[in-house]
């Protein structure tokens, strides 16, 4: 059967809005790691200092590491944007489960993203490695409403489909 050009249309628009927001994950953590959360772990310097710092103590924010991590949610959104431009069969709330997807797993690479520059925080100002950066904690409830958003979609999707199916004599 054959997509309507409405469900085309929903379809595309939900996966350009999907990869905005998981761009918009992406691009915050990276503002949390590399600047509002060394800033936060050592008040009154300037990044440049800290930098310096970190420097001459072998240490770094390892920045082209925490870019990569941060950039795999993005493009496999923007995979799956032009995989469904390209007229894929796929459905609305396929397209809506999968960002979700995408946003409940963006504390796993936050974590792995931001650990070394954690550690090397740690390590150059003998402070704790953990977020001093309150501001993380948007990034948790993101992720904790897509989760619950996406349970609650995965039910209804269930429910529907329970619905269709023809009753078995």
């Not at 999968?98 to 390590?123: E, H, I, K, R």
């Amino acid at each position: 059967m054959t997509p309507s050009v409405s469900d085309r249309l929903a379809v595309i628009l939900v996966s350009i809005i999907g990869t905005v927001l998981v761009s918009a994950y992406a691009a915050f953590s990276l503002l949390q790691i590399l600047w509002l959360n060394p800033r936060a772990a050592v008040p009154g310097m300037t990044l440049q200092q800290i930098s310096q710092d970190m420097s001459a103590e072998g240490e770094s924010m390892m920045t082209p590491l925490v870019v990569s991590v941060m950039s795999a949610g993005p493009i496999v959104a923007i995979v799956v944007l032009v995989v469904v431009a390209m007229r894929a069969p796929w459905k609305t709330p396929t397209v809506v489960m999968f960002y979700l997807s995408v946003l409940v797993l963006g504390p796993f690479a936050y974590f792995v993203a931001s650990f070394g520059p954690g550690m090397a925080l740690a390590d150059t100002y003998w402070i704790s490695g953990e977020d001093h950066s309150p501001w993380a904690r948007i990034l948790f409830a993101v992720s904790g409403v897509a989760l619950l958003t996406l349970i609650g979609v995965t039910l209804a999707v269930g429910r529907t489909q329970r619905a269709h199916r023809p009753a078995v004599v």
